[in-house]
């Protein structure tokens, strides 16, 4: 079973559409989070989410909105695309806020 | 001066010597230290964590901290074909959210 586990794997769509990835952990984990990996490879935070409650919300365009339904899940939002999102969106998950953080298998979106 | 400074590399060893990996960082209240292995086109994998001064062994890893120098290092013995990858450093921030920066990584190549 995929410990940390997000929807889809690949997502290519048109600038202007507006999309969702979906993120689930079944390792029982507090909080979770979403990192943007661009094509330079860096890693950097974007959300964080404890217990449902959003607690990490770094400098994003607010075309970018988390929901958190439960603890076991993180969705991502994101309206009006543009050719600047094109990254590898990574989902991860730690027991509490400051135990290690493990990721997903990231989510690679291509905006034509 | 980035918050968390790696030698992008590509750092480049023989099969069975010791990679030695290095890392900088610029917050001096920073707490907790990690090193992420990354294959290409895969997700972050964590492989160590260490949180006081010293040295810390899992296998054929060694993670080091120096907190009044402010680096970690990681060092792998014996160093195959299949530790070729990048090497990402992360350090989380002080507070209680658990945010990781993360530094550009280093790519390590280890050849036969």
């Known amino acids: 079973d995929t410990a940390v586990s997000q929807t889809p794997k690949y997502l290519v769509t048109q600038m202007g559409n507006d999309k969702s990835i979906k993120c689930e952990q079944n390792?029982?984990?507090?909080?979770m989070y979403w990192y943007k990996q661009d094509s330079k490879k860096f890693l950097k935070i974007m959300f964080s989410y404890n217990n449902k409650e959003l607690i990490i919300n770094e400098t994003v365009p607010n075309r970018f909105s988390p929901k958190s339904p439960d603890k076991a899940h993180l969705n991502l939002h994101i309206n009006s695309l543009e050719l600047g999102d094109s990254a590898v969106y990574f989902c991860?998950?730690?027991?509490?806020?400051?135990?290690?953080?493990?990721f997903g298998d990231g989510t690679r979106l291509s905006i034509l | 001066q980035k918050e968390v400074e790696q030698n992008s590399g590509p750092l480049s060893v023989p099969e069975g010597a010791i990679a030695s990996l290095n890392c900088t960082y610029s917050d001096r209240g920073s707490q907790s230290f990690f090193w992420y292995r990354q294959y290409s086109g895969k997700s972050p994998e964590l492989i160590m964590s260490i949180y006081s001064n010293g040295d810390k062994e899992d296998g054929r890893f060694t993670a080091q901290l120096n907190k009044a120098s402010q680096y970690v290092s990681l060092l792998i013995r014996d160093s195959q074909p299949s530790d070729s990858a990048t090497y990402l450093c992360a350090v989380r921030t002080r507070g209680n959210t658990g945010k990781l920066i993360f530094g550009q990584g280093t790519t390590l190549q280890v050849k036969p």
């Open positions: 991860a998950s730690s027991r509490t806020v400051d135990q290690p953080q493990h």
């Open positions: 390792l029982g984990h507090d909080t």
